[in-house]
């Protein structure tokens, strides 16, 4: 049985997720605490998930794992082109999206959180890149305004709910795991087109969205 090493709240993690269910291939996923460096550490020489084991070889790099994974038996679903579009629309949210979400993220139900020194890791590590959690979780109307107007201009990119582009493409992958992400900010208001998208994507790949532990 494949393994898959992952942190549920991880974005890249979603992205390996992604497509185990998109292929309909069984994988058992293994959730590490956030503070446990010698797992990873030992396993590919760095502390980062997601982590492949397969046959008891171990592969990071969560769009290489997508690729090993599509390519199995020769049956890819990701056959689409990317768009032009896609890309910068992700550069241009993520700026705001990450400031809101790794506060967010430090304080859900996540099971790489179980233990009070795991939790602490966390914002330890990730405080830094984004400046005092206390201040992100306050009244932040600001960025969820600027995530809103971003989303008006994602719907129309949407050309349809099971693929941003018409076609299952790596894009797809990009764009659900960063939607996966928004999904722990309350406030985000949805077009329609962006939440059919996101709600077909969770289903196809069998990713849960964060909706219930938003904040
Ligand atoms: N380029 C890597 C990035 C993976 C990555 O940054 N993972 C984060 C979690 S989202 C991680 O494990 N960071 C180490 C830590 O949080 O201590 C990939 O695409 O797999």
Same mark, same amino acid.
């Given at each position: 049985?494949?393994?898959?090493?992952?942190?549920?709240?991880?974005?890249?993690?979603?992205?390996?997720?992604?497509?185990?269910?998109?292929?309909?291939?069984?994988?058992?996923?293994?959730?590490?605490?956030?503070?446990?460096?010698?797992?990873?550490?030992?396993?590919?020489?760095?502390?980062?998930? /997601? !982590?492949? *084991? *397969?046959?008891?070889?171990?592969?990071? *790099?969560?769009?290489?794992?997508?690729?090993? !994974?599509?390519?199995?038996?020769?049956?890819?679903?990701?056959?689409?082109?990317?768009?032009?579009?896609?890309?910068?629309?992700?550069?241009?949210?993520?700026? /705001?999206?990450?400031?809101?979400?790794?506060?967010?993220?430090?304080?859900?139900?996540?099971?790489?959180?179980?233990?009070?020194?795991?939790?602490?890791?966390?914002?330890?590590?990730?405080?830094?890149?984004?400046?005092?959690?206390?201040?992100?979780?306050?009244?932040?109307?600001?960025?969820?305004?600027?995530?809103?107007?971003?989303?008006?201009?994602?719907?129309?990119? !949407?050309?349809?709910? *099971?693929?941003?582009?018409?076609?299952?493409?790596?894009?797809?992958?990009?764009?659900?795991?960063?939607?996966?992400?928004?999904?722990?900010?309350?406030?985000?208001?949805?077009?329609?087109?962006?939440?059919?998208?996101?709600?077909?994507?969770?289903?196809?790949?069998?990713?849960?969205?964060?909706?219930?532990?938003?904040?």
């Amino acid at each position: 049985m494949l393994k898959l090493y992952v942190y549920d709240h991880c974005p890249f993690c979603v992205k390996a997720r992604m497509i185990f269910g998109l292929r309909d291939i069984a994988y058992e996923p293994v959730i590490l605490l956030n503070d446990d460096e010698a797992t990873p550490i030992r396993m590919i020489g760095k502390k980062l998930l /997601p !982590i492949l *084991e *397969e046959d008891g070889r171990f592969m990071g *790099e969560s769009m290489d794992i997508v690729t090993r !994974i599509d390519e199995m038996d020769g049956a890819p679903v990701l056959t689409g082109p990317v768009s032009p579009e896609i890309g910068p629309w992700l550069n241009g949210s993520s700026g /705001p999206l990450y400031r809101l979400f790794l506060p967010r993220a430090a304080c859900a139900p996540f099971p790489e959180f179980a233990t009070t020194a795991a939790r602490a890791y966390f914002v330890r590590k990730k405080e830094p890149s984004v400046g005092p959690f206390s201040d992100l979780l306050g009244d932040r109307s600001d960025l969820i305004a600027a995530l809103n107007s971003q989303l008006q201009v994602l719907a129309p990119l !949407i050309r349809s709910p *099971e693929a941003v582009n018409g076609l299952l493409s790596t894009d797809d992958i990009h764009l659900f795991a960063q939607l996966h992400s928004l999904s722990l900010i309350a406030g985000i208001i949805y077009p329609p087109a962006v939440d059919a998208y996101r709600q077909t994507m969770s289903r196809m790949s069998g990713v849960p969205l964060l909706d219930n532990d938003a904040a």
